[in-house]
């Protein structure tokens, strides 16, 4: 049974986490430097296994080697005059994502003209391909590997975007309730996966599905409490449960968490998932230290 088809009962049924189901024999930490600033927001992954991650409030964009090296591949100026709404720093990264030829795409908010999606290629300076709202909170992003355009979440703005990197082209591509935040952060993590965008809303604890045709968006989780990021393996959803410091999978059977601070979770805020294995960036937002958490899911 595709997950697409069984969205509604469990949307119905406001599913709650079960008792946690071990995803792993051990998880391998990779620890990162707080007083640096490297807070992990999302992640971006190599074909050798290296894991791209964008550092929320430096401009850096990391990486860290399947050995756990950790180097900064590429730095986005932070604005004098930075002023991110709502968490008022001078500039915020959110979502990185990989197209074909390793070009980098990174959401970028500094509440001024320098907000938009920007152009990274390790080694050279990064590039605005896209302005976005300076009133906005750019968060997750996603590509649509069809026709290589890149969808962006504005957290604030009730609206997911579609920005053509070529041209610059932007579409508010779709809005709405379903996206809104109810106080804080709304439109958060996005992926397209089986023909449709699928948005997390932190703020309502739901994931949404749009599909490419158009059609009206529905939700088909609810019930997972403030859900950043998140991520397909096969069929079953694997999202971060930020503030409850807890990775959770949703399938045909409910929502089990897999991963909680026992594991040495601090605050998720992102996951990406290659064949088996799991990664999730820690950004230890409210307390804890920030890491990169490799594990296997069953």
């Given at each position: 049974m595709r997950i697409k088809h069984i969205g509604a009962a469990l949307a119905a049924a406001a599913v709650?986490?079960?008792?946690?189901?071990?995803a792993h024999a051990a998880p391998r930490i990779v620890p990162l430097d707080l007083a640096a600033g490297q807070q992990p927001e999302n992640i971006a992954l190599e074909p050798d296994g290296s894991a791209d991650l964008t550092f929320a409030y430096t401009g850096e964009i990391g990486r860290v080697t399947p050995d756990g090296r950790v180097g900064v591949i590429a730095r986005i100026p932070v604005p004098a005059d930075g002023d991110v709404p709502v968490v008022h720093r001078k500039l915020f990264l959110g979502g990185i994502v990989r197209a074909p030829g390793g070009d980098l795409y990174v959401a970028v908010s500094t509440g001024t003209p320098a907000t938009g999606l920007y152009r990274v290629r390790p080694g050279t300076t990064p590039v605005q391909v896209a302005a976005l709202s300076p009133a906005g909170f750019q968060n997750g992003v996603a590509r649509d590997p069809a026709s290589g355009d890149i969808f962006v979440a504005d957290s604030f703005g009730s609206v997911v975007r579609r920005v053509s990197p070529r041209t610059g082209r932007v579409t508010d591509w779709a809005t709405g309730a379903l996206l809104a935040p109810a106080g804080g952060f709304g439109a958060n993590g996005v992926k397209v996966h089986d023909g449709a965008v699928w948005v997390s809303n932190l703020d309502r604890g739901t994931l949404v599905r749009f599909p490419l045709t158009g059609a009206p968006g529905r939700v088909v989780v609810s019930g997972l409490g403030p859900v950043d990021?998140?991520?397909f393996h096969g069929e079953t959803v694997v999202a971060a449960v930020n503030q409850e410091n807890r990775v959770v999978t949703v399938d045909r059977n409910g929502t089990r968490t897999i991963l909680s601070t026992s594991d040495g979770l601090a605050?998720?805020?992102?996951?990406a998932v290659r064949g088996d294995t799991l990664y999730v960036a820690d950004s230890a937002y409210f307390g804890g230290s920030p890491n990169l958490l490799r594990a296997r899911v069953r």
């Open positions: 709650l986490a079960g008792t946690a189901t071990p990021d998140f991520a605050n998720p805020t992102s996951v």
